[in-house]
């Protein structure tokens, strides 16, 4: 497996807006299940129109949404495909179940990679208090791990706690750009250069 950018543990994570997002953890699962919310930026006539007027010509797409995404996964200019951004932004955000980020934020704040937390039910669910930590040293694949110093969601130190649980690590490989943020590893431009050559190279060498 060749992860790009791995998120497992996740509670030294530098983005701005998941560290606010996360001091109203529990506001804001009580407000969206009040709600009945239970999927977040699904694809509808409103989202579209929201991105054909915020994010319709590449100046609009971005002074708004490129900003909104690098205050969020980190910041990298050098990398932005000016062009492309209204395409990108046409198809993104893509949409995700409440439950999704509702297990993320148990992530960042628990500090473990493990299943979702029920509460009350996971005595009957897990049959423990707790719910159960992934094993990923159970994992006997091997498994290269691609990282960014500019990733505000997946930090280095995160990226570390994984590599150092996984038995059969064949490469721990940092990005040759200082600033290669989370999304960089979707569209940057040097894609071709900073991450292709390399991963054609590891498959080759495994098989």
Known sequence: MIALSPVAWISHMKSPVINILKLFYGEIVFLAKALGVVELFQDSPFLRGLQRTFCGDEVWAFAICQHLVF????????QTNYEQLPVIYNHFPGGSSF??????????????????????KNIEIYGSLTPPSYPVENITAPVA????????????????????????????HRVEDEHFSHLDFVYAVDT??????NILRLIKNIH
Not at 71 to 78: A, D, E, K
Not at 109 to 117: I, M, V
Not at 149 to 169: F, T
Not at 192 to 197: E, H, I, Q
């Open 71 to 78: 205050i969020t996964g980190g910041f990298n200019y050098n």
């Open 99 to 120: 439950k999704q980020i509702q297990h993320f934020g148990q992530l960042v704040l628990s500090g473990y990679f493990r299943q979702f937390d029920y509460e009350l």
């Open 145 to 172: 791990l691609f990282y960014g110093e500019g990733d505000w969601l997946s930090d280095v130190s995160d990226a570390k706690i994984l590599k150092s649980r996984l038995p059969n690590l064949v490469e721990f």
């Open 192 to 197: 071709k250069n900073l991450l292709l050559a």
